[in-house]
C-alpha cells in the first residue's frame, strides 16, 4: 500500500524558515513533488525533484526554497526560508511511481506565515 506521509508545517512569521517533509512507502517513485494550494487558488506546483536529483522550481520559490531527496529513506525535505504570507497554503508531497506512472498524494500539511 502506498502512502505519503507529510510533516514540519505550521506557523511562523515573515522572514522565517520551515522545513517539510515527506515519507513515501509501498513503492519505488520515480518524481517526487511539492505542490500547495492557498484558499480559493488552484494546486500549484512548487517543486519536482527526480530520483537523480534533476529539480524543476516554481519562480516564485526559486532562491527561497530547496528540496533533497533521500532515496534510501524514500523521504523528501523541503526547506522554506525567507517565507512571505503569500507563501500561505496547504503543501502536498506527490510522486509518481516508477512502473505504473500513476501519482499519488499525501494528505496535506498547513504552513500559514504571518505578516
Known amino acids: 500500500q502506498v502512502q505519503l506521509v507529510e510533516s514540519g508545517g505550521g506557523l511562523v512569521q515573515a522572514g522565517g524558515s520551515l522545513r517539510l517533509s515527506c515519507a513515501a512507502s509501498?513503492?519505488?517513485?520515480?518524481?517526487m513533488y511539492w505542490y500547495r494550494q492557498a484558499p480559493g487558488k488552484q494546486r500549484e506546483l512548487v517543486v519536482a525533484v527526480t530520483s537523480v536529483g534533476t529539480t524543476n522550481y516554481a519562480d516564485s520559490v526559486k532562491g527561497r526554497f530547496a528540496i533533497s531527496r533521500d532515496n534510501a529513506k524514500n523521504t523528501v525535505y523541503l526547506q522554506m526560508n525567507s517565507l512571505k504570507p503569500e507563501d500561505t497554503a496547504v503543501y502536498y508531497c506527490a510522486a509518481n511511481e516508477a512502473s505504473s506512472g500513476r501519482m499519488y498524494w499525501g494528505q496535506g500539511t498547513q504552513v500559514t506565515v504571518s505578516s
Open positions: 509501498g513503492s519505488i517513485f520515480r518524481i
